[in-house]
């Protein structure tokens, strides 16, 4: 039988490896074409990784939690006939935990992941990006009779062999945990072993809420549990509060890794190569927050949020100012002018920040940049927000006001050439024909890469913007 090496797959948008979150097969699982074998962790998701080749699981290359180059074996797979039964145990010797896991059928496995999709065909792709038919489930090899003093052993051990699930405990060996991928990381950064977690939810799901329960009771792991105000706040900046601890007196260390790592990176790179400038304008935003009521009163399908409004003033602004939707070729020393609009937005997750995009948002309608800001914002928060949904912007928002703040000096995304700030819309204080009035008010402002623009195209962009918050007859005449 030949051994094929199944080699992490490229993972697209420069990334060049990944950490193993979680293995979906073992050593010994017979696999089908298509079917994922991991979940890997890259700085912008997290996905699962689908086999191209059928066969039996022969080695594992790497630990839950290592990083895997992309190019390096993650997976070797017999191929060319069909499993192979496993070894018995020699005479006299009581099968060991990973033993007793090979014979034991793993029908406790989480159903949930099964979410290959669409184009025929299959290769070294990622789950969502051209495999075919749904692969099934890892199927446990079949083991050699044993001897009845072995089998007795064996029993005496780990208990009766059953496949039900309520017979299958988290904690059984070889068993998986039902968990979703983001509860998955944060366990992982908690030091929490989830097949030591109870699950809360439907059908006994591990939540987020049992993983921090279980980490606030200070078991297991070599870590300690920082405050509960900090680790809200490592969670914001997606490096959840549970922090190594050193010797006395000597603080606590937080691992920079994934998402972190990424932002970390992104944010040097900015700062290092982009002579940014500033500049901000308060809003009356009583016009949008009304023309936001009676969309949502006229339809019932789309949820319009404010910010969508402003996505939808960002493409007609970026029409008029194209200097703000560019980019710079170091290499060529030109700036890119983009014909196509592709709006991201900063959305804060389990796993730190990440920007989705709004891809070709130049087509679509206000009520359609709603719905895919919606779409798109509900994938990040639940970790399934692919690496291709976050690439390719050309212009940026940062909503500050989701944090409560009325505004701030956002980073430039590179290689943008700007990125617009949100404030939090409050009831303020505003002269409206020479009378003092309560305004709904924001606090509007842009950043900008001084090497692609000026100061006259920006502050033209930002007052465009707030003309239509302000008065959004403006935007309907710009359309």
Known sequence: MATRDFLLPDLGEGLTEGEIVAWLVAVGDTVDVDQPVAEIETAKAVVEVPSPFAGTVSTLHGQVGEEVAVGTPLVTIEVGGGAAPAAAPAAGHAPEEAEVAEMVPDVGADADADDAVADAGSGNVLVGYGTGTRGSRPRR??????????????????????????????????????????????????????????????????????????????????????????????RQSGDSGRVTTTSAGAGQRIPVRGVRK??????????????????WVDVDATGLWQLRQSLNASQSDVKVSPLAIILRACVAGLRRYREINASLDTEANEIVLHDHVNLGFAAATDRGLVVPVIKGAETLSTLEIAAELNRLAGAARDGKITPDEMGGGTFTVSNY?????????????????????????????????????????????????????DGGEAGGFLRFIADCVEDPAVLLGSL
């Open 141 to 234: 090899r079949a083991a050699r009779p044993a001897a009845a003093s072995d089998r007795s052993a064996s029993r005496a051990e780990t208990g009766p062999r059953s496949g039900t699930r309520a017979s299958r405990p988290n904690s059984g060996p070889g068993s998986r945990p039902r968990a979703k991928p983001p509860v998955r990381k944060l366990a992982k950064d908690l030091g929490v072993d989830l097949t030591s977690v109870g699950g809360s939810g439907p059908d006994g799901v591990i939540t987020r809420e049992d993983v921090r329960a279980y980490a606030g009771n200070g078991a297991g792991g070599a870590t300690v549990p920082a405050s509960e105000d900090y680790q809200d706040l490592l």
């Open 262 to 279: 990424a932002i970390a990176e992104k944010m040097t790179l900015s700062r290092r190569e982009i002579p940014e400038a500033v500049t």
């Open 401 to 453: 006001g989701s944090f409560g703040v009325d505004g701030g000096s956002a980073v430039i995304n590179h290689p943008e050439a700007a990125i617009l700030g949100v404030g939090r819309i409050t009831d303020r204080p505003w002269v409206v024909n020479g009378e003092l009035a309560v305004r709904k008010v924001t606090q509007l402002s842009i950043a900008f890469d001084h090497r692609i623009c």
